[in-house]
């Protein structure tokens, strides 16, 4: 028997009533987002313990890619940690507040407020400056909070990793650190216009660790057009729609 | 006075709490020698820093009312308006910056851009106030000023540009190297006041050159002869680096950024020079005021101290000789003498004595020309009022206020406690107008509502201190609301007939929710089924009923009644049967409507050491905060998160033993939301409770 009806007294209803209702919003926007696996948008495309890469030049779309990733795992009601090694705390919401609008205004939904409200509890964000951030420290935060009951993340997003600079060994931590708290990590890759590429093609920064990556999408702007490219995909792993980046809005759409 | 309105600053100090505004004031009207002693805040002497003349603000060591005060700098005279750091004292903050032209935002060097720095920058944004950044206690350990700068950048999206470079840092912090004149500075000296020019350290000369090179390649934008100056490698001159600095700075497209340490008194003269060169004068900004008889048109004021007077009044204090009004004068000359018109109540007035202020010391003068700060005596006025002259009927655009979000019952101990207490109440609201106060209706106590409990608490000090009233107060209460969550039809009748005329009317319609604001009535009356004479009457039953909700008796807000349909009598129908109709419908619809409550919810960022990050997490999540994010910023954090007011009563006794007293907070409110359902249900049972018990 559905929970509404065992509390049916009062306000009790009405409360339950629009949360079944924003569920049902949810629903509808996971499944319109070209982002989504499966018929009904309900599959991930990483494992815990599981890499993501979005790999592009300077100003083309990383963040506004791992955001949307980031904003479908909200709406599937999982928890997302953002982690951002540049930016601000305003300036990532504002990443967020930005494309949830956008896509709710693409899609239609009503009740954007509301809606946003709910989705919000599932996210926290974290900064770092570059040289303060260390796995054993995001270890101890993390565990801070899961213990407490505080956040356990199922997602997590690092934004500004330096790949460039950091050893290996601390990737390496990364992902068992992900792994032991279940959750799976996407990363945004800067690339350069003269880095060299290694043999398998991908950016030699990153092709050391590409190893430990299940997926890896690099942007790569055509024209006025911004192409979602698949550079690397261990089998397994769903290789989704083909998608492009909007330019104007950055909302990831279906490739035509 | 100097009558060159060009050499005329009227300046701000804006900042976090505990950024050392005060402190900083303090140095500069020593140097400027309106002061002859150094007070600290908190100083062991127990005198104080003259700005906080309260003694209220003594003790505490914060600065609650916004002092008014003048120096001359080289020539220069420099009106500061010293402005509360605490987010409960916003309302004072954002007054000041209506009249001042530039502010000084102060920012600790280690501390770096906190969350209340990001308030107040937001304040200068609205009202477009040009500024300059003074990264103050250098001293400190963990001092970083090049990383603020950069904080500046990211995190408020100012173009800064450090002007100077420290020299040493922490405790070897001795001075600065100015890099437009290439040049070091130490300051000796028992109170820092011989500014000392010496050799550039060899180890930062190389630093220094780049730096003054980012600082030229930053203010080129804003001059066409010094990029032809730079295109042409000639030689660039300091005047033509400072005035392509001036322009951008006045547009707010750059951010000069001075550093120093105003409790080690360093860097502090080269500050009041940058207020010279940076700031700007009166006649640089453009005001506007509204002209009442054109439909509010916006009207430029001239700022020619010949024409009609445009004035406005700012800040009041309640003193020994009756009421203080400071004023700023965008146009004309405020004499003695002159008469003048308020022109919110139309009434005229003659100016009696004008003086200017120096923290709470004054002196008379005979007029403030245009772009001047003074007070007037004897006036009897709210703040906010515009005084004008009576040829021309403006105003100047009212300031945003926000509305209370906390309240709290006093009931005085005795008689004489009674009739004091009205004379204090009187007095903070017209100071103040985040500061209400009203009497309930059911239980006659007097309730006082403001902005957080900190300023509720200062109020009632005040009146103890100043006004001997002994009260006793109640639980602070929080602002509820109720309102509807969708549409709601209705219909109808009221009908009485026993005894004398009858009463009769009967609406019909429908209740929405109306996010837009907090109520609207819709006339969709067709065919004249209630006649046009009874809609006011309609509209006055609504707003009776949405005084105080069914649910917790919290004004109800949010909501559109529209009405469609209806009846009379020719007889019995009267405005006060249709009141009582439109009052009685809307009783009747609202629990249909889906009716919940809201509450308000405060925007908590919390600075704490890094080692108590996880158990200041856990305080806020006890809370029923939402964690928005944490800041990790070295040796502490800045956890960001939205916190229900009704949860934050005693936060701070809580995070002080939680934290050894190393961690501090501020809040202020971010929006309305609605409650959870297991508290809409145990605050509906404790209101049903006290309405029995009072019953």
Not at chain 1, 172 to 189: C, H, M, P
Not at chain 1, 199 to 224: H, M, N, Q, R, W
Not at chain 2, 562 to 591: K, L, P, T
């Amino acid at each position: 028997m559905p929970v509404a009806i065992q509390r049916s007294h009062g306000l009790a209803r009405v409360y339950l009533l629009r949360e079944r209702y924003i569920e049902m919003l949810k629903k509808d926007l996971i499944i319109k987002n070209p982002l989504s696996q499966g018929d009904d948008g309900g599959e991930d495309l990483l494992v815990p313990g599981g890499f993501g890469a979005v790999l592009s030049r300077a100003g083309v779309g990383k963040t506004a890619l791992v955001v949307q990733i980031a904003l479908t795992s909200m709406l599937r009601n999982k928890n997302v940690l953002h982690i951002s090694l540049n930016d601000p705390i305003d300036k990532v919401t504002l990443w967020y507040r930005d494309l949830f609008g956008k896509l709710a205004q693409r899609y239609h939904v009503e009740f954007v407020e509301q809606l946003w409200q709910d989705i919000l509890r599932r996210r926290l964000i974290m900064t770092f400056r570059v040289m303060g951030f260390s796995v054993p420290k995001l270890e101890e935060r993390l565990s801070d909070m899961v213990n407490q009951g505080i956040f356990s993340p199922a997602v997590i997003v690092i934004d500004g990793f330096d790949f460039a600079k950091a050893e290996l060994q601390q990737l390496e931590d990364l992902k068992s650190l992900a792994r032991s708290f279940g959750a799976s990590a996407w990363f945004t890759v800067p690339t350069h216009r003269d880095e060299l590429l290694s043999t398998d093609g991908l950016p030699l920064a990153f092709s050391a660790a590409a190893g430990l990556f299940d997926i890896a999408y690099e942007l790569k702007a055509v024209g006025s057009d911004v192409h979602i490219s698949i550079l690397k995909r261990v089998s397994g792993v769903p290789s989704g729609r083909a998608l492009r980046l909007d330019p104007e809005t950055l909302l990831i759409t279906e490739e035509t | 006075m100097i009558r060159d309105i060009t050499k005329v600053r009227n300046i701000g100090i804006s900042a976090h709490i505990d950024s050392g505004k005060t402190t900083l004031t303090e140095r500069i009207l020593f140097y400027t020698k309106r002061i002859h002693a150094i007070h600290d805040v908190k100083g062991k002497d127990g005198v104080g820093a003259t700005m906080d003349s309260m003694d209220l603000e003594k003790e505490r060591g914060i600065t609650i009312t916004s002092a008014a005060t003048y120096c001359q700098w080289l020539g220069h005279e420099i009106n500061i308006i010293d402005t509360p750091g605490h987010v409960d004292f916003t309302v004072e903050v954002e007054r000041s910056l209506r009249v001042l032209d530039g502010a000084i935002l102060v920012l600790c060097a280690v501390g770096g851009v906190q969350s209340q720095s990001i308030t107040v920058d937001t304040q200068m944004k609205r009202y477009g106030v040009p500024c300059i950044a003074f990264v103050n206690k250098c001293d400190r350990n963990g001092a970083n000023p090049l990383r603020v700068t950069e904080q500046l950048r990211s995190k408020l999206g100012h173009n800064a540009v450090a002007l100077q470079l420290p020299i040493g840092l922490e405790h070897s912090f001795r001075g600065v190297v100015d890099v437009l004149s290439m040049t070091a500075y130490t300051f000796e000296g028992d109170f820092g006041e011989e500014v000392r020019q010496i050799d550039i350290p060899a180890e930062m000369k190389a630093e220094a050159q780049r730096q003054r090179e980012k600082v030229i390649d930053a203010a080129s934008l804003f001059s066409d002869e010094l990029t032809e100056a730079i295109l042409e490698e000639r030689e660039i001159s300091n005047d033509l680096i400072i005035e392509a600095l001036r322009t951008g700075t006045l547009a707010r497209k750059i951010t000069p950024v001075l550093m120093g340490s105003a409790y080690k008194n360093k860097g502090i003269q080269i500050l009041l020079d940058a207020v010279t060169r940076y700031l700007p004068a009166p006649c640089d900004v453009d005001n506007q005021a509204v002209d009442l008889d054109n439909n509010n048109a916006p009207v430029k004021l001239s700022g020619n101290p010949d024409e009609p007077i445009v004035s406005l009044a700012f800040k009041l204090e309640d003193g020994l000789y009756g009421q203080l009004t400071y004023i700023r004068v965008y146009q004309g000359t405020v004499a003695k003498g002159a008469t003048v018109v308020n022109s919110r109540t139309g009434r005229k007035i003659k100016i009696g004595r004008v003086v200017r202020m120096h923290a709470d010391q004054m002196e008379d003068i005979d007029s403030i020309p245009a772009g001047y700060i003074g007070a007037l005596f004897g006036i009897e006025c709210a703040s906010g009022d515009t005084f004008a002259s009576q040829e021309v009927n403006y105003a100047m655009t009212a300031m945003h206020v926000p509305e209370p979000v906390i309240s709290l019952a006093i009931i005085p101990k005795d008689n004489k406690s009674q009739i004091n207490m009205s004379k204090a109440l009187n007095r903070f609201t017209k100071e103040d107008p985040t500061f209400r106060t009203k009497v309930d209706d059911e239980t006659s106590e007097t309730i006082i509502e403001g902005m957080g409990e900190l300023h509720l608490e200062i109020y009632v000090e005040r009146m103890r201190r100043e006004y001997g009233c002994e009260v006793t107060t109640g639980t602070p209460r929080v602002a509820y609301r109720e309102t509807i969550t969708q549409r709601a039809d209705f219909n109808y009748t009221h009908k009485k007939q026993t005894g004398g005329s009858g009463q009769y009317g009967r609406v019909a319609g429908y209740i929405e929710p109306f996010p837009d604001g907090d109520f609207e009535f819709v006339n969709e009356i067709r065919g004249g089924v209630i006649p046009t004479q009874f809609i006011p009457a309609c509209e006055k039953g609504f707003k009776s009923a949405i005084v105080k909700g069914p649910l917790l008796e919290f004004p109800i807000t949010g909501i559109r009644a529209v009405i469609n349909d209806g009846a009379f009598h020719s007889v019995d129908s009267s405005d006060m049967a249709f009141q009582a109709a439109a009052a009685g419908a809307f009783r009747e619809v609202f629990g249909k409507a889906k009716p919940v409550i809201h509450e308000p919810i405060m925007k908590v960022a919390v600075e704490t050491p890094s080692d108590f990050h996880g158990a200041v997490m856990g305080l806020l999540n006890q809370r029923r905060g939402m964690i928005l994010g944490a800041q990790d910023e070295g040796l502490f954090s800045v956890i960001e998160s939205q916190v229900p007011l009704a949860e934050m009563f005693g936060f701070s006794t809580v995070l002080r033993s939680a934290t050894q007293g190393q961690a501090q907070f501020t809040m202020e409110f971010a929006q309305y939301r609605q409650v959870p359902q297991s508290v809409a249900e145990e605050l509906t049972a404790k209101a049903a409770k006290q309405k029995r018990s009072a019953a």
